[in-house]
């Protein structure tokens, strides 16, 4: 919620059922413009405000019969469509047991599948989601999840938000969410790699957001590891996409991520020269 859209006429009873809806759809797409806007300054930014949560017993709070054991790690979270999401992360043995068991009754996780797992046990996991509270919320203002760890059931929440939100407006949605939740540091960072800065602000401008939601999808699940750990058609179908389209994002995401890394203007950034 960024403001309000005001339309008004001299004309009585002017406004119907079908203007109604017309203006509302009017007010989504700008404030989900705006939103956008403020998402790829914050991923461009030299500047972000960092909001460090602890929250005990996470799941408690969440009126759910299943505890967590073990280490879960969210490493990243990819918007597809409307308000559903996709989440990937790491679990140990067994955080990966209770994770299966907690997905019946947490009430925004919709289903869970193992990516892959490493010689330890450990497992790679795709998460699916609609509408997670702390991640709506944040996204709305700007901002993005930095990490979320849960070592038996007790978490640490990590978001990067714009210069100037409303820290306290943040963190009364954090525990709306999850009331034990307490914020334990409020810091302003910086990049330490300034040529990464540039880098990553000229990729956050050139990439649409379906552009960017292919191209972590695809990272996440395994689709550039060899062996493939998940195909084009796989992501695709995690994506809510038909398999053309994912392969027209994740090629246009490619060429335009390599067109930074070594076309003109990317040799400062990747640290090579002619000679090399």
């Known amino acids: 919620m960024f403001g309000v859209l005001n339309v008004h006429t001299d004309r009585e009873s002017a406004f119907a059922d079908e203007e109604r809806r017309l203006v509302e759809h009017i007010g989504e797409v700008v404030g989900h413009a705006i939103a956008a806007v403020e998402r790829k300054r914050a991923l461009a930014s030299e ?7 602890r929250v005990p017993r996470a799941f408690s709070s969440l009126d759910v019969s299943e505890s967590l054991s073990g280490t879960l790690t969210f490493d990243e979270t990819v918007s597809t469509k ?3 999401v996709l989440v990937y992360g790491t679990a140990s043995p067994t955080a990966m047991e209770s994770l299966a068991s907690l997905v019946d009754e947490v009430p925004y996780w919709e289903s869970v599948s193992v990516v892959d797992t490493d010689e330890a046990g450990n497992s790679k996991f795709e998460l699916h989601a609609k509408e997670p509270p702390v991640f709506s919320m944040v996204t709305a203002r700007g901002g993005y999840v930095d990490e979320v760890v849960t070592v038996d059931g007790n978490s640490r929440f ?4 714009p210069p100037g939100q409303d820290v ?3 963190t009364e949605g954090v525990s709306a969410a999850y009331p034990s939740a307490e914020l334990v540091a409020q810091r302003q960072i910086s990049p330490s790699q300034p040529s990464m800065a540039r880098l990553q602000d000229r990729i956050a401008e050139d990439l649409t957001d379906r552009q960017r939601a292919a191209l972590y999808a695809a990272y996440h699940s395994g ?5 493939r750990a998940a195909t084009g058609e796989d992501v695709a179908e995690s994506l809510g996409v038909a398999p053309p389209t994912f392969n027209q994002h994740i090629r246009k995401a ?3 991520v390599f067109e930074a890394l070594l076309g003109e203007g990317g040799e400062e950034s990747s640290g090579w020269t002619d000679t090399e």
């Open 158 to 161: 990590v978001l990067h938000v």
């Open 223 to 227: 689709f550039f590891e060899w062996p």
């Open 168 to 170: 306290r407006a943040i």
């Open 47 to 53: 500047a972000v405000l960092e909001l460090d949560y």
């Open 82 to 84: 409307g308000d559903e």
């Open 254 to 256: 490619e060429r335009k």
